[in-house]
């Protein structure tokens, strides 16, 4: 393996990896270009039972399909179905769609209604069966993160975090690295919304690289997070599973934090 890694649920694993929301319908295309980023090193796999119905999670099975052991794959729980029951059957069901046996990380997608508690009995029963490798959370800010059961500790809170997007730096960050636990950060070019900003295609033009492989090297400048992007077409792939290798200097660090200030404490934003 080339390039960081980070360490998630007990394992090293690269500091970049995939993300699947949107995929379901182009089959061949979004197959292909998971087991493009796979080749290239883009082994954490990111998707939810959310994503197109379940199509998302039949798109991985398909793309992991006699290479299981190469990747390190994540899904979710609806909030929905968040209930201790609902976590085994959402999960199995998970697991039917993959074509395996076991997650490496489970996480709960959003926090809404159900007791964290009964979430994470079923967490707990999924580990013991051996369904899941670790469990965690998704969306969850530092007040969700104090309402977990006394001793429960999540292997990941996955949130929205991009240049555009610092509100967890101030309180959620340092939480989660006193705790152990790992930052997911999601849509890490905010849905390629923040690609043309002037200083980042100034700071990427200057080093050589692309907008995308600049933000996402930003994203992951720290020691505890990994970032999810989703890339259908191959050539964004290969650009974002170079990114691995894209360490910024200083200098660009600075000119970023200048054109893309964090805000301070504000509420933990996500993304519909
Ligand atoms: P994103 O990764 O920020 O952006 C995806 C978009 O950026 C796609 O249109 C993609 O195009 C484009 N793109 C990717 N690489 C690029 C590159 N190198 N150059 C230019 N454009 C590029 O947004 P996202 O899909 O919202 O977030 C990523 C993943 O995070 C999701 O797929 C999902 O797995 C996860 N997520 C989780 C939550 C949550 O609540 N937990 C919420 C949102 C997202 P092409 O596809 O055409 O290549």
Same mark, same amino acid.
Request: net charge negative; glycine share 8%.
């Given at each position: 393996?080339?390039?960081?890694?980070?360490?998630?649920?007990?394992?090293?694993?690269?500091?970049?990896?995939?993300?699947?929301? /949107?995929?379901?319908?182009?089959?061949?295309?979004?197959?292909?270009?998971? @087991?493009?980023?796979?080749?290239?090193?883009?082994?954490?796999?990111?998707?939810?039972?959310?994503?197109? +119905? *379940?199509?998302?999670? =039949?798109?991985?099975?398909?793309?992991?399909?006699?290479?299981?052991?190469?990747?390190?794959?994540?899904?979710?729980?609806?909030? /929905?179905?968040?209930?201790? +029951?609902?976590?085994?059957?959402?999960?199995? &069901?998970?697991? +039917? /769609?993959?074509?395996?046996?076991?997650?490496?990380?489970?996480?709960?997608?959003?926090? @809404?209604?159900?007791?964290?508690?009964?979430?994470?009995?079923?967490?707990?029963?999924?580990?013991? =069966?051996?369904?899941?490798?670790?469990?965690?959370?998704?969306?969850?800010?530092?007040?969700?993160?104090?309402?977990?059961?006394? *001793?429960?500790?999540?292997?990941?809170?996955?949130?929205?975090?991009?240049?555009? @997007?610092?509100?967890?730096?101030?309180?959620?960050?340092?939480?989660?690295?006193?705790?152990?636990?790992?930052?997911?950060?999601?849509?890490?070019?905010?849905? *390629?919304?923040?690609?043309?900003?002037?200083?980042?295609?100034?700071?990427? &033009?200057?080093?050589?690289?692309?907008?995308?492989?600049?933000?996402? &090297?930003?994203?992951? /400048?720290?020691?505890?997070?990994?970032?999810?992007?989703?890339?259908?077409?191959?050539?964004?792939?290969? =650009?974002?599973?170079?990114?691995? @290798?894209? =360490?910024?200097?200083?200098?660009?660090?600075?000119?970023?934090?200048?054109?893309?200030?964090?805000?301070?404490?504000?509420?933990?934003?996500?993304?519909?």
């Amino acid at each position: 393996m080339s390039g960081r890694t980070v360490r998630l649920a007990g394992s090293d694993v690269p500091v970049i990896g995939q993300g699947t929301w /949107r995929m379901g319908t182009d089959r061949t295309a979004e197959v292909a270009a998971l @087991r493009a980023g796979i080749d290239l090193g883009l082994t954490v796999i990111d998707t939810a039972e959310l994503y197109a +119905d *379940g199509a998302a999670e =039949e798109v991985v099975g398909e793309a992991v399909r006699g290479r299981r052991d190469e990747v390190f794959l994540v899904s979710k729980v609806l909030p /929905r179905h968040a209930t201790t +029951d609902g976590t085994v059957a959402a999960c199995r &069901a998970s697991l +039917d /769609r993959l074509g395996t046996d076991r997650l490496d990380l489970y996480l709960l997608h959003w926090r @809404r209604g159900i007791p964290l508690a009964e979430t994470v009995a079923g967490f707990e029963e999924l580990l013991e =069966e051996g369904s899941i490798r670790a469990w965690g959370v998704s969306n969850l800010d530092v007040h969700d993160l104090d309402d977990l059961p006394d *001793g429960a500790v999540p292997a990941a809170d996955q949130v929205l975090y991009n240049l555009t @997007r610092r509100g967890p730096e101030a309180n959620l960050f340092p939480r989660c690295a006193r705790t152990g636990v790992t930052i997911m950060a999601y849509s890490p070019v905010e849905k *390629g919304r923040l690609l043309d900003h002037p200083d980042l295609v100034r700071v990427a &033009a200057e080093r050589g690289a692309t907008p995308a492989q600049v933000a996402l &090297a930003w994203s992951v /400048r720290r020691d505890d997070v990994v970032a999810v992007p989703k890339a259908v077409r191959i050539a964004h792939v290969e =650009e974002n599973a170079a990114a691995l @290798r894209l =360490e910024l200097t200083a200098e660009e660090l600075a000119a970023l934090d200048h054109a893309f200030p964090a805000p301070g404490v504000v509420p933990l934003e996500t993304l519909s």
